[in-house]
T-cell receptor
Framework: DTAVSQTPKYLVTQMGNDKSIKCEQN?????MYWYKQDSKKFLKIMFS???????INETVPNRFSPKSPDKAHLNLHINSLELGDSAVYFC??????????????FGPGTRLTVL | GDSVTQMEGPVTLSEEAFLTINCTYT??????LFWYVQYPGEGLQLLLK?????DKGSNKGFEATYRKETTSFHLEKGSVQVSDSAVYFC???????????FGAGTQVVVTP
């Protein structure tokens, strides 16, 4: 019954490694997002896909690469991890936007710790 | 660019107290406004929203009114419970793709 799911929930890794976070939604939504929440709880959008097409690409290092194999999945791959990448990453989805008023549904988050 | 400013936390209250969290915004045009809540260890959930001026959003005893003249969307609840302890985020969007701009979040702690 989980609407937006993410795996893994926790990820601990060494600097320089490459890792991926997966996100799936079963709500039938067209649009999916990745957000980063830092240690002070500040949330910032990173990427958004609509029906597998990239529509929002904020100022994010190119070590971060989203991939959407279909409209129900949006994965985040991170190369050459750095200490500053430690954060909680949230996936979200929403129905097709009509002027931006639609609700976004968030996953439970993936806590990434880079050592 | 767009921005959202929230009062800093933590806000500590006793059960049954009145809660207000201030939120003001800067944006062109008429954004949609949201309050999201994050309970400990969980993702964000929509609490309420308003999409045009003078709209009032309400849910679970919480209310907020979209005030265009003061560019504000303050969150209120008349009688809080311990279960309301969470981080509350004010946010806006007027991007056609729904890009949310969040405030910094306000932690609320309700004690018995």
């Amino acid at each position: 019954d989980t609407a937006v799911s993410q795996t893994p929930k926790y990820l601990v890794t060494q600097m320089g490694n490459d890792k991926s976070i997966k996100c799936e939604q079963n709500l039938g939504h067209d649009t999916m997002y990745w957000y980063k929440q830092d240690s002070k709880k500040f949330l910032k959008i990173m990427f958004s896909y609509n029906n597998k097409e990239l529509i929002i690409n904020e100022t994010v290092p190119n070590r971060f690469s989203p991939k959407s194999p279909d409209k129900a999945h949006l994965n985040l791959h991170i190369n050459s991890l750095e200490l500053g990448d430690s954060a909680v990453y949230f996936c979200a989805s929403s129905p097709p936007q009509r002027g931006g008023g639609d609700t976004q549904y968030f996953g439970p988050g993936t806590r990434l710790t880079v050592l | 660019g767009d921005s959202v400013t929230q009062m800093e936390g933590p806000v500590t209250l006793s059960e049954e107290a009145f809660l207000t969290i201030n939120c003001t915004y800067t944006a062109t045009g008429y954004p949609s406004l949201f309050w999201y809540v994050q309970y400990p260890g969980e993702g964000l959930q929509l609490l309420l929203k308003a999409t045009k001026a003078d709209d009032k959003g309400s849910n679970k005893g919480f209310e907020a009114t979209y005030r265009k003249e003061t560019t504000s969307f303050h969150l209120e609840k008349g009688s809080v419970q311990v279960s309301d302890s969470a981080v509350y985020f004010c946010a806006l969007t007027h991007d056609s793709w729904g890009k949310l701009q969040f405030g910094a979040g306000t932690q609320v702690v309700v004690t018995p």
